[in-house]
């Protein structure tokens, strides 16, 4: 409910300053904040992933035929995989459980999925945020390039999620 309220009150702060005072379409100046789509890092890795796929599912439709199924896979020490396409990502493991690297596994895994998926098309799911605030948006590198043009701060700017130590693809300032 609380992060729904900080989404709400992100997007009305965003459509204020990406306002363009000179007609044109919204398309040409500024992100649909409409199309976000809530993540949340922790509840993706707590066994959500399948939940959070099927919901992206008819948006995920319009860019491919037929996505892959996911399927969760948990094992006798209690650790946490996901399996799409053939692949296999760990979220929850003994390397994820001592660095404490859950919630970016699940990130990781879940864009990665996606981005898999639509490599044949002009879109990917950019990630916005990170954490309890990680969202996404199904954009073409042209859109992302122009968000970046207009949001200032670069902490705002959509990214593809990485393994990368720190910023994890996240732009900053």
Known sequence: MFSKWIL??????????????????????ALDWDKMIHLDAEELAEQGLATFYDFIQPELSKFIAAPNPLTEIRDENDFYFVESGGYVWPIV??????????WLN??????EMVNQQL???????????AGND???????????EQSMAKLPSKADWP?????EPEYNGRYHD
Do not use: Q
């Not at 990680?134 to 992302?144: I, P, Q, V």
């Open 134 to 144: 990680l969202s996404g948006m199904f954009l073409t590198e042209e859109e992302a």
């Open 8 to 29: 709400d009150l992100k997007t009305k702060y965003y459509e204020l300053i990406t306002r363009n005072d000179v007609p044109s379409p919204k398309s040409e100046w």
């Open 159 to 163: 990214y593809l999620v990485t393994l």
């Open 119 to 129: 490599r044949d098309t002009d879109y990917k799911l950019y990630a916005f945020y």
């Open 106 to 111: 699940a990130a990781f895994a879940f864009f």
């Open 93 to 102: 493991d003994e390397t994820s459980m001592t660095s404490g690297d859950v």
